[in-house]
């Protein structure tokens, strides 16, 4: 809140400003020496930029206002949708990752920007709302997207330029600090994301911070930015005479001098700007490299009660549903999460669905239980393992590839986020359980990848496991 020092201070400002401007006015219209002003004073824009309208964006229902300047740029690719080539191409997969984002109930797409490969850039969340991109991350950061996978193929050198044209912009602009840190989205949360190739060269730019998120490197800004950020009832007027002298070394002198003078001796009693506070728990939501929906995506019943689960599990368990049948598209996996939650909370009894994770023919992740929460899928397996399921009847065919990758991926982001040990082993229901689940083709299928294990063979073996007491 303003005191009457700081609403007098401001009214000094707004006023110093407009008279600083007139003078700078009066010598421009004069013919006080300049340097390539008719040149320099517009700066087209460089790059391209298309907006909300141009791409066809639904109106957003998440609308936070960014506090700035953020400390960070966040560099993302999409890995899904692949690179894009045309305008046409580039909005269409706006248009998919906002309609995406919004089923995960983000309210928007998560990105600030998105670019192409013909480096033009699209307008997400633009330069005045908190984005959903990374995490604990969120505000205080700018959050940039390069359409494409680029984990081994490397970004076009216009898609690249543009990039570095956007930060320089949003410097200007006032909305990124001056001395922000540039990270790629792995640096702040378990992800492969930006992909290998583009951390690589993100790696090469100015800015670049090497370490991990550190939500305290904000606190710095406060010292750095009060002594030359002027108060918001007139300080805009400065910054735009500034501007408007910026080549013509003279007139900068005849501004900054007592400009300068002004607050080193204290005649501006200018507060530090308010800077995004960090709530731990503030828009942490996980992104991955797979597509991944969670419970309130699905549309998921509250559970009755939860118990916690004592991780990293040292088991994967995997099944199939049998029923509901395989399902291909959003919808109809969503309706199959909330039809096993049904079943499993009113006809079993359940807090919940008792699996982990459910996997769909669409190649999504599904949020059951959740990384940390004893599942129902496995008597006496429960306790030190994980359960996903992947959704259809596989006794005699297999999964789609894209279903069985997204299911090996699922399983890596619970190493990294430390879920699930790295030395883990993959058993079959039918390993734990007298059923025939998995399904025979895809129980087939488990017994190739690295991590299967032979142990347990069957129920019996968990009595040498101490899972089951035998009875006196």
């Not at 110093?16 to 013919?31: A, D, H, I, T």
């Not at 517009?42 to 309208?53: G, V």
């Not at 949003?170 to 702040?188: A, C, D, E, W």
């Not at 359960?387 to 259809?392: L, M």
Request: contains cysteine.
């Amino acid at each position: 809140m303003y005191t009457n020092q700081t609403r007098r201070s401001c009214e000094i400002v707004e006023m110093f400003g407009k008279c600083v401007y007139l003078v700078l006015f009066l010598l421009n219209v004069s013919g006080f020496p300049q340097k390539n002003v008719a040149h320099e004073e517009t700066e087209p824009q460089s790059y391209k930029l298309y907006s909300r309208a141009d791409w066809g964006a639904k109106l957003s229902t998440d609308e936070r206002p960014l506090k700035t300047p953020v400390p960070y740029v966040i560099i993302h690719h999409t890995a899904i949708p692949l690179a894009c080539n045309t305008t046409e191409e580039c909005m269409a997969d706006m248009r998919s990752m906002q309609s995406y984002h919004q089923g995960l109930g983000w309210g928007d797409i998560g990105y600030n920007f998105c670019i192409g490969n013909d480096g033009s850039a699209y307008e997400g969340r633009g330069w005045r709302w908190i984005g959903i991109h990374a995490g604990k991350a969120n505000s205080l950061s700018v959050g940039i997207c390069l359409i494409g996978d680029w984990r081994v193929d490397e970004p076009p050198a216009a898609m690249l330029q543009t990039a570095k044209e956007l930060i320089r912009d949003g410097i200007m602009r006032g909305v990124i600090s001056p001395s922000y840190r540039l990270m790629g989205h792995g640096q702040v949360m378990s992800t492969e994301c930006p992909g290998t190739r583009l951390l690589n060269e993100i790696s090469t730019w100015n800015n670049y911070w090497p370490g991990q998120f550190d939500s305290s490197h904000h606190a710095h800004l406060v010292k750095e930015y009060s002594s030359i950020r002027l108060c918001e009832c007139g300080g805009e007027l400065l910054i735009l005479a500034v501007a408007k002298c910026r080549h013509n070394n003279s007139a900068m002198l005849m501004l900054v001098l007592p400009v300068f003078s002004a607050i080193m001796l204290g005649v501006f009693a200018v507060p530090p700007p308010t800077l995004a506070s960090i709530d731990p728990e503030e828009n942490e939501v996980i992104t991955y490299d797979f597509p991944f929906v969670s419970r309130a995506g699905w549309q998921a019943r509250t559970p009755t009660k939860r118990a916690p689960l004592s991780v990293p599990v040292e088991y994967v368990v995997l099944h199939h549903s049998y029923t509901p049948a395989a399902c291909s598209d959003r919808a109809g996996c969503a309706r199959a999460m909330r039809s096993m939650q049904d079943f499993h909370m009113d006809d079993r009894g359940w807090c919940d669905v008792g699996y982990n994770f459910g996997v769909g023919g669409d190649g999504v992740a599904y949020e059951g239980r959740g990384w940390d929460t004893l599942g129902a899928h496995a008597l006496h397996f429960n306790t030190v393992s994980l359960g996903i399921c992947i959704i259809g009847d596989w006794t005699d065919s297999l999964p789609p590839a894209e279903q069985l990758k997204t299911v090996k991926a699922l399983i890596e982001a619970g190493i990294s986020q430390g879920y699930i040990k790295p030395d883990y082993k993959i058993v079959g229901h039918r390993q734990v359980r007298d059923t025939k689940c998995p399904g025979q083709a895809l129980f087939e299928e488990i017994k190739t990848w690295p991590h299967y294990s032979k142990y347990p063979a069957s129920p019996d073996d968990l009595v040498d496991m101490k899972l089951v007491k035998v009875a006196s």
